[in-house]
């Protein structure tokens, strides 16, 4: 029996200087809309919380969630065969839509929460030197509620009588690593095969539940990830590549939740 409807109208600028062929700037503002997903809009009554959800019911609206962008940056040229880039941006989302843990251990329920805020730095170096190709890129993110608001987690060991817990504004979004580091590196062998290497490293990360931020538990840990790949061109149609991941066969989590995983 739900029947949701959202528009709105997006707009956007942005703005590109080059003073030379080796420097160029760049800036930016858009607005942007996402609608609340089926899956969302069918688990959102705190009373009627789920433990995944799958099961399509008229549960409350959720308002649409916007986002307003701001951003900017520089790139260019160390050398010919050596480029970079530096980029900012800050995103405020309105009607922020989370998944939120429940009294009930194991389950929750879909709720916009009111603002939250990703400021960012993203930075970029890559190199071709003869057959060797280089590439590293850093990202730090700080993605925080920008709201105050009581949400039950009993798993959480900073939870009142009650099971709830208070998240005020600053406290970090839980499920973003605030900073990763992926580094890539190719060796053509020949001019038809290639192999290559991918570094990849985060930082650790706020569990679900954890919204603020005082679990005894603390973060989910950072890790550390190599890959490998090769890639052989039989002719100009056909390509050939293996790829191996995890090469160290690393234990790691990407991703938390407090409390009762029911399966």
Partial sequence: SGNHTYTRLNPAVGLNYNPSKTLGFYGGYNEGMRAATPVELSCADENR????????????????????????????????????????????????????????????????????????LEMGLNGKFDRLSLAANYGFVDATYQSDFVVGSPANSAADINGQIQVTKGNRI?????????????????????????????????????????DVNGKVPGYGVMHLDTHYSVNDNWKLFAKVNNVFDNKYATFGVLGENIF
Wanted: glycine fraction near 10%.
């Fill in 174 to 214: 839980p499920g973003i690593a605030r900073q990763t580091l992926k580094f890539r590196m190719t060796y053509d062998v020949t001019p038809a095969w290639n192999v290559g290497t991918n570094l990849v490293f985060s930082a650790g990360q706020y569990a679900r539940g954890d919204e603020n931020n005082q």
């Fill in 49 to 120: 919380p789920c433990s995944l959800p799958n099961a399509f019911a008229a549960d409350p609206h959720l308002n649409k969630v916007v986002a307003k962008t701001f951003e900017g940056g520089v790139r260019g040229k160390l050398a010919e065969n050596l480029s970079w880039n530096m980029g900012l941006y800050n995103t405020e989302n309105t009607d922020d839509i989370q998944f939120i843990a429940s009294n009930a251990t194991g389950f929750g329920y879909f709720k916009n929460v009111g603002d939250t805020r990703r400021r960012g």
